[in-house]
């Protein structure tokens, strides 16, 4: 089963001002690609692995060939962690639903979970994801995560994911960081967070 490169669900400028299309085409066509290809490429040799989906190819990293072991974490991450975080942006919603709740009741407030994931999200030293995971206890945490890794990895549900390699900003942001996390949280799909939510405590994988 070869891996493919999913299609974003909104035009490139879709997200303007907050990322610009031209950021937006490369991000997807080129990075994102990039991450595609190489995965199924490490996985050429390996007919049991490609009968894997994704998920369960990241979930058992461990028993992945040391060979391709490396390849499989940084590409097949890359391709997972880009596949949710397209799905995950939209202009114009507000937090709600029951994630919200269970935002409040595990950060105190939503705008304690806003400071303290855009606190850890700049701290994340070079590149990197900030994450917003269900745990094994089926409550909400941060997770702050290197590289291309994904948090089910760690045997963690993803519900909320932020790009800050230098890559998904740096046309528009530069070197501020601090920025385009903000934009950020101008441009989270609530609704498609909170059926992450929902599905997660049930155990089905979106």
């Given at each position: 089963m070869l891996h493919t490169l999913p299609e974003i669900p909104y035009a490139y400028d879709a997200l303007?001002?907050?990322?610009?299309?031209?950021?937006?085409?490369?991000?997807?066509?080129?990075?994102?690609?990039?991450?595609?290809?190489?995965?199924?490429?490490?996985?050429?040799?390996?007919?049991?692995?490609?009968?894997?989906?994704?998920?369960?190819?990241?979930?058992?990293?461990?028993?992945v060939p040391e060979t391709i072991k490396t390849a499989v974490?940084?590409?097949?991450?890359?391709?997972?962690?880009?596949?949710?975080?397209w799905q995950i942006l939209k202009t114009g919603e507000k937090p709600g639903g029951e994630i919200l709740k269970a935002i409040e009741d595990t950060f105190g407030s939503y705008e304690n979970f806003e400071r303290d994931f855009s606190t850890g999200a700049a701290g994340l030293f070079g590149s990197g994801w900030m994450w917003l995971?269900?745990?094994?206890?089926?409550k909400p945490a941060l997770l702050p995560l290197p590289n291309q890794d994904s948090?089910?990895?760690?045997?963690?549900?993803?519900?909320?994911?932020?790009?800050?390699?230098?890559?998904?900003?740096?046309?528009?942001?530069?070197?501020?960081?601090?920025?385009y996390i903000k934009a950020f949280f101008e441009i989270i799909h609530w609704p498609a967070v909170n059926e992450r939510y929902k599905a997660g405590l049930e155990g089905v994988i979106l």
């Open positions: 303007e001002p907050y990322i610009d299309a031209r950021t937006m085409e490369i991000h997807h066509t080129k990075h994102h690609q990039t991450y595609v290809d190489k995965l199924n490429a490490a996985l050429e040799n390996h007919k049991e692995l490609q009968q894997k989906t994704l998920h369960q190819l990241l979930k058992g990293i461990d028993t974490r940084n590409h097949g991450g890359g391709h997972a962690n880009h596949t949710l975080f995971v269900l745990d094994e206890k089926g948090p089910i990895m760690y045997k963690k549900i993803p519900l909320l994911g932020l790009d800050v390699w230098e890559h998904a900003y740096y046309l528009k942001y530069q070197n501020r960081r601090p920025d």
